[in-house]
């Protein structure tokens, strides 16, 4: 941990601070009547606090993973309240538990390569094997399952992992090649919905918690762009089910500074604008719907807070502009705030008035971001810059909120 050098500690460095004729002779006192009549420096009267960034604790969680993980995210088990880690990789999808990091253990809940999780009413969803097809999981049934087996990476190599008849989990019908996923909640309705991307369609998915699981509703023949580097479902008010975006054009009219580029599954169609590549920017780009009316977009280092249309929204409570100091890989967004991963580091700056909150920087260090809940808990891995193909350490970091008051 990095600490702040206010004075040394070494009373032999002490004497440095005094006048050089000072000699062994202490200093004579005032006398009283002086003492009472002398001033106070000007610069005495009123101290200057600097507001010192907080560096936000660290907490490793395994070191040296072997896996090539693609995505992360948490569940506490609905049993014995422990939380856990659910990872998806190349080698399969494999739990962590957070409450026993003395003996860290990464244990397979499911063989196969896993792209994407996500976890509603303890079922797993994930885009897994070799065709990368939608599944869904019994979260107790794979922790029941996988505690009686006692298959752990450690002992046994994935590669040796047979695939099995599993009863916890199934394949989602019509998904067959998904590439990507997004999930929204219909805030009006508390539907949750499910869009996947496949080769030339797209699915949508509704949530029906009886069943514990998601029902194809529609499905869409539309040739989506490849490679695809966005698909983020968005809800529009009176719209009963999401649009998808798959861009953002920042060539558009002078009153818009950045348009969306949709799929409308209330209607088949296209939205806004064509679904050309003209104006679209090649920096990493990322959307997140903050409420019904307002969309976070990060286009390499600068942030946009724009409404449906690609407006700029203005708010007294919130800046509609802000920009790291790096372009950025990946970011998570706050209520208060917004936390970029770039190449060697992080930093967290405020949505009021663009304060940074927390930064960090490694040159010698790969930051790549995994997954964050919705506690504010972010999963981050780290390897050597010289040696990027070598195992990992993740680490966990709880992130503060509003850490600083006017």
Excluded at 300 to 310: A, E, L, P, S, Y
């Amino acid at each position: 941990h990095a600490a702040i050098n206010v004075s040394s500690s070494d009373p032999s460095q002490w004497a440095s601070h005094l006048p050089r004729d000072a000699g062994e002779t202490p200093p004579l006192l005032p006398r009283r009547k002086e003492r009472k009549e002398r001033l106070v420096p000007p610069e005495a009267e009123a101290p200057v606090v600097q507001k010192v960034q907080v560096e936000v604790p660290l907490q490793k969680v395994f070191n040296g993973c072997p896996l090539k993980i693609h995505c992360v995210t948490l569940w506490t088990h609905a049993n014995t309240g422990v939380q856990h880690l659910i990872l998806g990789s190349e080698e399969g999808i494999y739990t962590l538990n957070l409450n026993e990091l003395q003996e860290a253990t990464l244990e397979l809940l499911y063989p196969g390569r896993c792209i994407w999780v996500y976890i509603v009413s303890n079922v797993l969803i994930s885009i897994s094997g070799k065709a990368l097809q939608l599944h869904s999981h019994s979260l107790l049934g794979l922790y029941e399952q996988a505690k009686k087996e006692q298959r752990s990476m450690v002992h046994i190599p994935t590669h040796r992992l047979l695939p099995r008849r599993n009863v916890t989990s199934s394949k989602i019908p019509d998904t067959k090649g998904c590439r990507k996923c997004s999930v929204v909640r219909a805030s009006s309705t508390g539907c949750y919905y499910l869009c996947g991307a496949l080769e030339s369609s797209i699915v949508l998915l509704q949530w029906y918690e009886p069943m514990q699981k998601f029902m194809l509703i529609k499905h869409f023949d539309f040739p989506l762009p490849s490679p695809l580097r966005m698909f983020e479902a968005l809800v529009v008010p009176e719209q009963e089910y999401p649009i998808v975006c798959i861009g953002i054009s920042t060539r558009c009219s002078s009153d818009k500074v950045l348009e969306f580029q949709t799929i409308n599954l209330n209607s088949a169609s296209s939205w806004f604008t064509d679904l050309g590549t003209a104006g679209q920017p090649q920096e990493f780009t990322h959307a997140s719907q903050l409420d019904n009316e307002t969309v976070l977009v990060c286009i390499g280092q600068n942030i946009k807070i724009v409404n449906i249309r690609g407006n700029l929204k203005t708010s007294k409570d919130l800046i509609s502009e802000v920009t790291f100091d790096n372009p950025m890989e990946s970011v998570v967004c706050f209520s208060d705030s917004i936390l970029g991963f770039w190449k060697h580091g992080m930093q967290r700056k405020s949505f009021r008035n663009c304060e940074i909150y927390e930064q960090k920087t490694e040159t010698s260090r790969l930051y790549r971001l995994l997954g964050a809940d919705s506690c504010r808990l972010v999963i981050f891995e780290t390897k050597p810059t010289d040696e990027p193909t070598s195992h990992s350490n993740l680490y966990t970091m709880k992130v503060p909120e509003n850490p600083f008051t006017d």
